[in-house]
């Protein structure tokens, strides 16, 4: 074979592969690690070096034993390689011929929640492991709950260390029966198992001959043509516009990120808050101008008329609004060391919209472990719940469930700046009985402001807005 | 099933113009850092696409050490010039003159001098509340786990165990007076995604990723090009023409060459895949102490 000529069939190929993004989520010692050091040292993306220093490190702080211990070359950080835990997120890309990989390594410490939520947001997989000695315990509940709540569509149960109870087909068929019923009831459709041993490989990246009994394939077989762009929402327009390009005078274009649904050049499309109506007239990129645009596509859409739009507002087509308002509910994870205080404002960011909100009711708290509501209080780190939130200005949302883009938003904390919980939205509230009015007014007539004055004092009220400060006018 | 569908290029693509207009949008004064590197080469032109057909709403600004490779500063003003960019260039110039050099004070006191510092005096002169910077998690075990939108206190230091969640594609861009954030829209490219998109786009590189009969030496088991008469006295009867190419850039007498033919892209790739080395390994100062990286990182170095 010409070698040459092969590196360019596979850069061409190369440059097809799609995108799969997933979450892997277990216990201490699942052997999570140890699967994703196989299926990165297996898909040969593992360089000499980086093995060399492996070799001296599982030499100095190894649990391997005489197997090369994969779990060091994932602990990026100094000081979890002593604790001989990961503690954050760390994100690994390996690919294969098919497909290119993202794997955000997440621990699964009780307390970490925060992190698992935070890898999983976008995964479009989750792989959650299993001891086979164990089987499904109160941590893979909380993972799998976990999972739901953020919205992955597809789950993969791997069932490792089969090895060690003889690749016994009861013991797999009997936690695959115990998982079933905990996703059933989660209502999450796609669910995939696989009988593993990750630190021998077997049905890692080849069928093993120790599972005659299995049928389905190794898991980076599945892992590989599992489909998943259709997960997306391609039915409902939602386009938050983040920036406002005015080269020169004759060009007025909105970037942003086709959060979901499609848009075509001459589709008549709604600017809200305003509700004013205008076509699109083009979209534009570097790369030329566009027939239409998708999701997750980051472009510039002009329209036929001149319609002030600024940063945090949305397009969307007239027969399909999201919804509009200030008051809804929603399912909330409480990430800050401090815990939640219901008499603070926060800054909501809700895609490219900043505003000022309040917790206006907690419902109720989630026990990860049980499932089991509990009465509402406020939220410590790592709890989860459903409240209810009441913003300044107006939001365009739908709910998580069908929109992870406009579904998702997160609560930063005015004093500290952290990002203190996520939310995922469930419905939108009655607003007719609001009496909370975070929304300071200026009626210009009455402080006897003069109209000569009115488009500065405006401009001044957008730059305001654009940092979450919404002021009403009242001219 | 329906054929709206990205490739991984394009996906990515599509990621990192979000961060960039969302910092654009965001902060009273960014800045992107530019190592003239290729991980910088492809940042600049993911911002260049970001705005067009509008020009970009920040300036570049590039650390000179003054011991970059001569070819690196042509390539950054020429390319500066071509596409219209604003040009800042800061160096630590008391270091400089007082004579700081990676032969005479060691590559750890360099980089603290001419890199770090040179880097947050320039930050700090110019109040810029965010800085992109072209890292890529993939490089390196402490980079894996930092956000892509990177919280840096007011003495422009990083906190491992402290980030701020980052959820789906909505970025705390929150600050205080003095804070910053450092951005990375590469974070989740690798190194083959880096060349196989400056081979599709035809992005302009310097000549130095590509194999050339260079003048060369070895020191301490690295391939050092001699760049400029600063190579020390006793090097210079040793130094002989060698075929190399580099594959990452920096001062040129801590960043090894690797002996190579590759004179195009597809070449270096098939290198890539073949070699035995990681990119950073001829890097020197990433060996200097142990867990180097996060500890330059935690101080403010990228």
Known sequence: MNKTLD???????DEQKDLLRLLTAGSVDDGKSTLIGRLLFDSKKLYDDQL?????????????????????????????????????????????????????????HEQYTRNMITGGSTANLAIILVDCRTGVITQTRRHTYLVSLLGIKHIVLAVNKMDLLGFDQKVFDAIVRDYRQLTDHLGIEDVTCFPLSALDGDNVVERSPRTPWYSGPALLDFLETVPVHADRN????????????????????FCGKVASGIVRVGDEVVALPSMKHSHVKSIVTYDGALQEAFPPQSVTITLEDEIDISRGEMLVHPDNLPHIGRHFTTMLVWMDEEPMDPSKQFFLKHNTNTTRATIAAIRHRIDVNTLDQKEGAPFILNEIGQVDILTAKTLFFDPYAVNRQTGAFILIDPITNNTSAVGMILSPLDESALENDLVPTLDLPRLGITSAHYDAIEAAVRDLARQGLEVRIIK | MNNYKLSHLQELEAESIHIIREVAAEFENPVMLYSIGKDSSVMVRLAEKAFAPGKVPFPLMHIDSKWKFKEMIQFRDEYAKKYGWNLIVESNMEAFRAGVGPFTHGSKVHTDLMKTK???????????????????????????????????????????????????????????????????????????????????????????YYAKERPCVEIDGNIIMADDD???????????????????????????????????IEEIVEEMMTTTKSERTTRVIDFDQEASMEQKKREGYF
């Open chain 1, 7 to 13: 590196i360019k069939a596979y850069l061409d190929a």
């Open chain 1, 52 to 108: 060399a220093a492996l070799e001296r490190d599982s030499k100095r702080l190894g649990n391997a034993g005489d197997h090369i211990d994969y779990a060091l070359l994932l602990d990026g950080l100094k000081a979890e390689r002593e604790e001989g835990i990961t503690i954050d997120v760390a994100y690994r890309y390996f690919s294969t011929n098919k497909r290119k990989f993202i794997i955000a390594d997440t621990p699964g």
């Open chain 1, 234 to 253: 391609f039915s409902d327009f939602r386009y938050p516009v983040q920036y406002v390009l005015r080269p020169n005078l004759d060009f007025r274009g």
């Open chain 2, 118 to 208: 040179a880097l947050l005096d320039a930050l700090n002169k110019y109040k810029f509340d965010a800085a992109f910077g072209g890292a890529r998690r993939d490089e390196e075990k402490s980079r894996a786990k930092e956000r892509i939108f990177s919280f840096r206190d007011q003495f422009q230091q990083w906190d491992p165990k402290n980030q701020r969640p980052e959820l789906w594609d909505i970025y705390n861009a929150r600050i205080h007076k003095g804070e910053s954030i450092r951005v990375f829209p590469l974070s989740n490219w690798t190194e083959l995604d880096i060349w196989q998109y400056i081979r599709l786009e035809n992005i302009p590189i310097v000549p130095l």
């Open chain 2, 230 to 264: 600063r190579l020390p006295e006793q090097y210079r009867p040793l130094v002989r023409p060698r075929m190399v190419r580099f594959r990452t850039l920096g001062c040129w007498p801590l960043t090894g060459a690797v002996e190579s033919t590759a004179t195009t």
